[in-house]
């Protein structure tokens, strides 16, 4: 092949490599942004039925998914975990129920008692740790029947703000 048809056609695939490469990048730039949530959590419930006027809870897995060491606030008191959720629980008629005593429900960063160092769990990358909430502290689950379980928590600003929903559970209550 003689040299000008060689050096025609490395600029070709040269400049082809290049506009393939600035479609490529140009189609991701206008993609929309997807920021993954710092944190997972996973509801989990008793597995068999519940007796009413049975004492219960549920337990929240959550795990950092982040690539960094994630600082997470937590309520360090017995049975006292529910302050850190929003928890939804919605009644076999499909209405959602409001806690036994309305304080007990809050889910905001602010509600807790002021954290201090001893109040932040660190969680490494894929480090995980479980809440215990006690439903039957919070909710008066008296009809028998199918309810449906879901918590919510607050990431602070510094953590990058928003809002992380679990998973929704069913909870079974019977006589």
């Known amino acids: 092949m003689p040299p000008l048809t060689q050096i025609s056609l490395l600029c070709v695939l040269t400049f082809s490599n290049f506009a393939n490469r600035l479609y490529h990048n140009l189609q991701v730039a206008t993609q929309p942004h997807k920021a993954q949530p710092p944190i997972s959590m996973a509801l989990s419930g008793p597995d068999a039925p519940v007796k009413?006027?049975?004492?219960?809870?549920?337990?929240?897995?959550v795990t950092n998914t982040t690539d960094g060491v994630f600082a997470l606030p937590r309520t360090n008191g017995e049975r006292q975990a529910y302050r850190d959720y929003t928890i939804t629980v919605i009644d076999p008629q499909g209405k959602v129920l409001l806690p036994s005593k309305p304080q007990q429900n809050m889910g905001e960063i602010s509600?807790?008692?002021?954290?201090?160092?001893?109040?932040f769990k660190r969680l490494h990358p894929s480090d995980s740790f479980v809440d215990h909430i006690w439903l039957s502290d919070l909710f008066q689950l008296t009809t028998t029947g199918r309810y449906k379980v879901e918590v919510q928590r607050a990431i602070p600003p510094e953590e990058g703000g928003g809002i992380i929903?679990?998973?929704?559970?069913?909870?079974a209550i019977v006589e």
């Open 111 to 119: 509600d807790p008692p002021l954290h201090s160092s001893f109040h």
């Open 165 to 171: 929903k679990s998973n929704q559970i069913t909870l």
């Open 52 to 61: 009413v006027g049975t004492s219960y809870s549920v337990d929240v897995v």
